[in-house]
Every structure is written in structure tokens, then in C-alpha cells.
């Protein structure tokens, strides 16, 4: 168990509809970053929080958005989702043990949609 | 553009027969050269870091080592339960602050069967 906690684990939607996947983080740790795993296109950083400022960007689609709160916990919101979004969503933080670079990921959300 | 490239991509082992899986890295400079291990539908679990050339790190039946342009893990004598997708991952040193976006590659999927 990382210590990163991931809620839904399972979403299944329809095209057009937004979703909120949510992200809790390892006690301590101020970096979130959130990935889109697909079977043709592997593992794919999207975008990293860091003590609620955006810190980095990937190929994040401008129909998703992500936020993370004072609490530390982080939020991914895609909208106007599409057949291709559907693929496995995880998180991951660093911050508190071992290097600060090292990234825990959670179990993931797996989003379907329809 | 970092690029990362793993080989093979499916390796198949009969059980006790060591062998290792490549991953060569094309970055600007490297501030580390991450592993993990991947189960289906599970998030990637965190093994090593490598910082630099020369550097290497062991776990139970997993060594990892880093050169230059590329590192490897060693896996020794393994068993059915290390099969699994291991994925490498670099962090370039121009990721400034704390910038940590990670470029993995697309993995080696690794069956050992008994």
C-alpha cells in the first residue's frame, strides 16, 4: 500500500459527460501528479501540482482540468468526454520519504465510457 | 524531447533462469532513472532510483544498474510472483524547482512461469 488513495476505482459514463476523479496524497507530501495509462500509448504525465500551484504540464487536454486544495488533496475534472478517454487515471505524490523525486501511486481510477 | 525505450517488450522466463531487460534513455541530463513494477489493473509500485553512471541497487532477486545512455535490471533466479510489467522512467535535470515530470517508457512485460 503506497499510502495514496484514489476514489472512484471504477467510473463508467456516457460521451459528452464531465467526471471528477479524486486524488488523496501520502501524509506530508505536497506534490501530486496525475497520469492517463492507455494500452497504445503506455503511461503519460499530465499535469503536477505542488502545495496547490501548478508546477508542470504534459499533453493535458484542454477539456481537463485538475486543482489541488488546501488540504492537499487534488481533483481531475474532465468534461465533454470522449470513447478515446476511457483508459486507467492514477495519481502519485513525493514529497516526504527518500528523495523528494520519488513518485507513489495510487490504485487508480479505470474510466469507461460509452 | 526525453525518449525512453524499453526492451523487449515481452520477455518470457522459465522459472530460476536469470536475465535482464534494457532501458535506454535520451535525455539532456539526467537527475534520475527511475523503476517500477506494474501488476494488471494495479498502480506501478516503486522499486529504484539511479542518479548516476555507475550507480547500481538490489532488492531481493532485482538489481538495477545505470550507464550513460542506458540502464538495466538484472533479475536473478526469478520466480512466478515477479511477473509483472516493469516501467522505467527518467527525471531530466533542466525539471527546475520542484518540477519533477516524469518520461516513462512503455514497459517489458515479464512472464515467469514455474
Known amino acids: 500500500d503506497s499510502g495514496v488513495t484514489q476514489t472512484p476505482k471504477h467510473l463508467i459514463t456516457a460521451t459528452g459527460q464531465r467526471v471528477t476523479l479524486r486524488c488523496s496524497p501520502r501524509?506530508?507530501?505536497?506534490?501530486v501528479y496525475w497520469y492517463q495509462q492507455s494500452l497504445d500509448q503506455g503511461l503519460q504525465f499530465l499535469i503536477q501540482?505542488?502545495?496547490?500551484?501548478?508546477?508542470a504540464k504534459g499533453n493535458i487536454l484542454e477539456r481537463f482540468s485538475a486543482q489541488q486544495f488546501p488540504d492537499l488533496h487534488s481533483e481531475l475534472n474532465l468534461s465533454s468526454l470522449e470513447l478515446g478517454d476511457s483508459a486507467l487515471y492514477f495519481c502519485?505524490?513525493?514529497?516526504?520519504?527518500?528523495?523528494?523525486?520519488?513518485?507513489?501511486f495510487g490504485p487508480g481510477t479505470r474510466l469507461t465510457v460509452t | 524531447e526525453d525518449q525512453v525505450t524499453q526492451s523487449p517488450e515481452a520477455l518470457r522466463l522459465q522459472e530460476g533462469e536469470s536475465s535482464s531487460l534494457n532501458c535506454s534513455y535520451t535525455?539532456?541530463?539526467?537527475?534520475?532513472l527511475f523503476w517500477y513494477r506494474q501488476d494488471p489493473g494495479k498502480g506501478p509500485e516503486f522499486l529504484f532510483t539511479?542518479?548516476?553512471a555507475g550507480e547500481e541497487k538490489e532488492k531481493e532477486r532485482l538489481k538495477a544498474t545505470l550507464t550513460k545512455k542506458e540502464s538495466f535490471l538484472h533479475i536473478t533466479a526469478p520466480k512466478p510472483e515477479d511477473s509483472a510489467t516493469y516501467l522505467c522512467?527518467?527525471?531530466?535535470?533542466?525539471?527546475?524547482?520542484?518540477?519533477?515530470?516524469?518520461?516513462f517508457g512503455k514497459g517489458t512485460l515479464l512472464t515467469v512461469n514455474p
Open positions: 502519485a505524490s513525493s514529497g516526504t520519504s527518500g528523495s523528494s523525486y520519488e513518485q507513489y
Open positions: 501524509s506530508g507530501d505536497l506534490s
Open positions: 501540482y505542488y502545495n496547490g500551484e501548478e508546477r
Open positions: 535525455v539532456s541530463g539526467l537527475r534520475g
Open positions: 539511479l542518479y548516476s
Open positions: 522512467a527518467v527525471l531530466p535535470f533542466y525539471s527546475g524547482g520542484s518540477n519533477y515530470k516524469l518520461t
